[in-house]
């Protein structure tokens, strides 16, 4: 489904299966060019997760005009410096949209759709809260 490919020092290009790439590399002085790839787990995480919402959303109707999903993980402290907890925080605004949606679309997300969730629920705890930056109908619902 995928490639990655060395490139020089610690830095290489990823590719999945649709040839989009990103480069992924070390952190330090000389190769810091790219991606950190335990940063990429969290990425795949709020993307997937986002899209998911974004979806729901919009086949519910919705008009989204902002969705953020800011995602923090917290590591064991020794190698292989596992993700023990992985935090995801919704920010959400459009026209009609309630915190009921939002709850709604976020639940689906984690418990039935995204497949980065359903591969990293049984070994990490992963938690959520969400924001809605204007709702228009009051939050009703």
């Not at 064991?76 to 993700?83: D, R, V």
């Not at 009609?96 to 039935?112: N, W």
Request: charged residues 25%; aromatic residues 6%.
């Amino acid at each position: 489904m995928g490639t990655v490919t060395w490139l020089q020092k610690l830095q290489f290009v990823a590719t999945d299966s649709s040839k989009h790439s990103v480069v992924v590399s070390s952190q330090d002085e000389a190769n810091g060019v790219g991606m950190k790839p335990s940063e990429l787990l969290l990425l795949s995480l709020a993307s997937c997760t986002a899209y998911d919402v974004a979806n729901i959303l919009q086949k519910k109707r919705k008009r989204l005009t902002e969705l953020r999903v800011d995602v923090q993980g917290e590591q064991q402290s020794e190698a292989p410096w596992a993700f023990r907890k992985i935090h995801l925080h919704y920010v959400v605004d459009g026209d009609g949209i309630s915190e009921r949606d939002v709850a709604k679309a976020i639940h689906l997300s984690h418990e039935k759709y995204c497949s980065v969730s359903a591969t990293l629920r049984p070994v990490v705890e992963l938690t959520h809260d969400y924001e809605i930056v204007s709702d228009s109908d009051g939050g009703a619902g």
